[in-house]
């Protein structure tokens, strides 16, 4: 979906306010649910999570936790539900074998890294990632579901989104009363720079959680001075538009897509079209080009999370992996 635009705007909007009664409702529900107990894990369990609907870097920052886990000497493996396939799992992620119609894009992503696991049942995907050798399981999302117990709970926050208007879903895009969320939280990632990330960052040093600032930063090279047709169907497509032109790309134009957007015949021939009348070359991310099919040309810039102090946030790792 689209996030509206009153998400970002003032709690007070009139959409925010007609809406509110049943945000209300949506909050109470969700909040109820994550305090239910969940089934302890074969191994430790790492989650990361959003305080909101939306995305907010939680698949790199996966990704940079798996490589921590691997310098800590251990063997993790990525849980994920796998949104938008439709394999209930539990299922071990082949990307020889599946597509993102079978397991999602983000799961597709992480099994490039690392054995990756799909289950809409928490607590069997992460028997089956024990089963795949894995000592520690890292949760790709799942802050909300009680499925299964979390043994270290991290909330990836955009820096330049924050929380929008502080209104849980619909009336915002809180997946629960933030109050009723800090509570199962032991860390926060901020990702990027921003005064609403800046605020969020206060809450959580105000309540004496660590926060671990990181930033998504494009790996390799090649697009300065091209002339390129962005186009991006994930959480927050104009950061992708950003970090190409920060990399010098000369931005002709620009498409954005819903989140996890399957791109159909019809989209693949206009993109086309617009890229041959603008002289320009199609770049996406690695998240949208696993939804292209095989020989489309589309260039990726792939980005990767670095923390800003790499030894807090393994600190932080290793003391929950202790003995």
Same mark, same amino acid.
């Given at each position: 979906? %689209?996030p509206p635009a009153?998400?970002?705007g ?6 925010a ?6 945000g209300? +409702? &949506?909050?109470?529900?969700? #909040?109820? %649910?994550?305090?239910?107990?969940g ?6 369990? $790492?989650c $990361?999570?959003?305080f909101?609907l939306?995305g907010a870097?939680k ?5 940079a $936790?798996?490589e921590? +886990?691997?310098?800590?000497g251990?063997?993790p493996a990525?849980?994920s539900?796998?949104?938008?396939g !439709?394999?209930?799992g539990?299922?071990?992620?082949d ?6 119609a079978?397991v999602g894009?983000?799961?597709?992503l ?7 696991v799909? #289950?809409r049942?928490?607590?069997a995907?992460a028997?089956?990632c024990?089963a ?5 399981v890292?949760?790709?999302?799942g802050?909300q579901n ?5 043994d ?5 926050v ?15 895009p809180?997946r629960a009363?933030l109050a009723?969320q ?7 990632i901020l ?9 969020v960052?206060g #809450?959580?040093?105000a ?6 600032r990181?930033a998504?930063?494009p790996e390799g090279?090649?697009f300065?001075g091209r !002339?390129v ?6 959480? !927050?497509p ?11 790309a ?12 399957? &791109?159909?015949?019809?989209d693949l021939a206009a +993109? ?6 603008l002289? #320009?070359?199609?770049?996406t991310?690695?998240k949208?080009?696993v %939804? +292209?099919?095989?020989?489309?040309g589309?260039?990726? $810039?792939?980005? !990767?999370?670095?923390f ?6 393994q600190a932080?790792?290793?003391?929950v992996l202790?003995?």
């Amino acid at each position: 979906m %689209r996030p509206p635009a009153f998400w970002d705007g003032s709690p007070n909007h009139p959409a925010a306010l007609a809406l509110a009664p049943l945000g209300a +409702l &949506y909050g109470r529900m969700t #909040a109820a %649910r994550m305090a239910r107990p969940g089934r302890p894990g074969p191994c430790p369990v $790492l989650c $990361l999570g959003n305080f909101t609907l939306g995305g907010a870097g939680k698949t790199p920052t996966a990704l940079a $936790l798996a490589e921590i +886990l691997r310098g800590l000497g251990r063997a993790p493996a990525f849980l994920s539900r796998g949104y938008g396939g !439709r394999l209930a799992g539990p299922v071990q992620v082949d990307p020889a074998r599946h597509g993102f119609a079978d397991v999602g894009d983000e799961a597709l992503l992480l099994a490039r890294f690392a054995p990756a696991v799909v #289950a809409r049942d928490r607590a069997a995907g992460a028997a089956l990632c024990a089963a795949c050798g894995a000592d520690v399981v890292v949760m790709d999302d799942g802050l909300q579901n009680p499925g299964l117990a979390k043994d270290l709970a991290l909330v990836v926050v955009d820096a330049g989104s924050g929380i929008g208007n502080g209104r849980p879903f619909p009336a915002g895009p809180l997946r629960a009363p933030l109050a009723r969320q800090w509570r199962h939280v032991a860390g926060l990632i901020l990702v990027g720079s921003g005064e609403p990330g800046a605020r969020v960052a206060g #809450a959580a040093q105000a309540r004496g959680l660590p926060v671990h600032r990181a930033a998504l930063e494009p790996e390799g090279a090649g697009f300065a001075g091209r !002339r390129v047709l962005a186009f991006a169907g994930i959480g !927050r497509p104009r950061k992708f538009f950003a970090t190409l032109s920060a990399c010098g790309a000369e931005i002709a134009a620009t498409r954005s897509f819903p989140d996890h957007h399957p &791109y159909g015949a019809g989209d693949l021939a206009a +993109l086309t079209a617009e890229a041959e009348r603008l002289g #320009a070359d199609l770049v996406t991310t690695e998240k949208d080009a696993v %939804r +292209l099919p095989a020989g489309f040309g589309a260039q990726v $810039l792939p980005v !990767r999370l670095r923390f800003a102090d790499p030894e807090a946030i393994q600190a932080q790792i290793a003391a929950v992996l202790a003995p």
